[in-house]
């Protein structure tokens, strides 16, 4: 039987895939539950702390209300309301932390700093994205897949146009290399070869042990036979001052109507992380606008279709969230 109780949930790499597979089930079961009512608090009496070095909208909430609805207690930290890293180490701040708290969830730039917090806490630490992966967001993925593509994830075609050197992508990657899926990171290979080498190969071997495959390419035939169409923005936090240069390279990757076609299935996927650049209403999208640069990663067309799943989507970060909070620290 599986059993998750005090693990760390840094990255799907450290997970096999039956475990992935036992979070995913959990996930789907709690969405259930808490569609027909049924509640079962099994974190009463638990607290949790998020860290958040960057925005957030559907990872902190996902946490707050899968905690909450479980029966324990948040507290939110941002960067600039606690000690972390300007008067007080990581290392005492995880031994703090951990001695307050029954786990951690974390939020920022490098994948260290997740792993670091999980090595001094004493308690489980949960990545809710860094550089370099965002794993939470692939279990909230891959829920909606098996809800909306009937069929095994394993014989899931799933095409990511866009940033190939993005968390998405990693996480993406990895994600699809334990379950067996065939994943294409389609993007021009000045990105492509800015990747993380060992990585790729690290995830081109497990691709192989699972029956998977995983490509990265800028052909665009590898549109052919797409179950899902994947979306990110094209320059992610931290990254804004690079706008420019990336829509000039990813323009070609925008997803339209054209792309959809590309794939020959009329019933295509398309699933985005959120938020989504897909028409000019933020201030970003404005203001880059102003200036001559179109920077949406889709077309609001496509956004707003019927092949679009991006709120069911964004609705199982939470059930999914709770699935993990659930098996790490649940009674
Ligand atoms: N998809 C996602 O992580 O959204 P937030 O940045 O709003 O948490
Ligand atoms: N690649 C994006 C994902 C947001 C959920 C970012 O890191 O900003």
């Known amino acids: 039987a599986i059993n998750l109780k005090g693990r760390s949930f840094l990255t799907l790499e450290d997970f096999t895939p039956a475990e992935i597979r036992y979070l995913l089930d959990l996930g789907h079961d709690l969405k259930a539950k808490r569609r027909a009512g049924i509640c079962d608090p099994t974190l009463q009496g638990k607290h949790i702390v998020l860290l958040f070095e960057k925005t957030s909208t559907r990872t902190r909430c996902s946490f707050e209300v899968a905690a909450t609805q479980e029966g324990g207690h948040v507290t939110y930290l941002d ?7 300007k008067k007080e180490s990581l290392e ?6 951990g001695r307050f708290f029954d786990g951690i969830e974390y939020r920022g730039y490098d994948q260290k700093v997740v792993e670091d917090l999980a090595k001094y806490a004493g308690v489980p630490v ?29 014989q899931v075609k799933v ?29 021009p290979q000045e990105l492509a070869k800015e990747m993380d080498g060992t990585l ?10 699972n029956g998977g495959l995983i490509e990265i390419t800028d052909n665009m035939n590898s549109l052919k036979d797409a179950d899902v169409i994947y979306g990110d923005i094209w320059a992610s936090m931290g990254e804004e001052d690079l706008i420019p240069e990336r829509a000039k390279l990813l323009t070609p990757y925008r997803v339209t109507e054209e792309t959809l076609k590309a794939t020959g299935n009329s019933n295509v996927l398309y699933l985005h992380c959120l938020p989504s650049f897909h028409d000019f209403e933020t201030k970003l999208a404005k203001e880059w606008q102003d200036k001559g640069v179109d920077i949406r990663e889709v077309t609001d067309e496509v956004f707003r279709s019927r092949h679009s799943v991006v709120f069911d989507e964004a609705e199982n970060r939470m059930h999914s969230i709770k699935a993990v909070l659930v098996a790490t620290i649940g009674r």
């Open 79 to 85: 960067a600039g309301s606690s000690q972390m890293g």
């Open 92 to 97: 005492d701040t995880a031994k703090v932390l």
């Open 126 to 154: 949960w990545n809710g994205l860094t550089d370099a992966d965002h794993p939470t967001q692939i279990l909230a993925d891959m829920m909606t897949i098996e809800e909306h593509c009937h069929k095994p994830l394993n």
């Open 159 to 187: 095409v990511f146009p866009g940033d190939v050197r993005n968390n998405m992508c990693y996480a993406w990657m990895i994600g699809a290399a334990k379950m067996g899926m065939h994943f294409v990171g389609l993007g």
């Open 200 to 209: 790729v190969k690290r995830v081109f071997a497990t691709a192989r042990e």
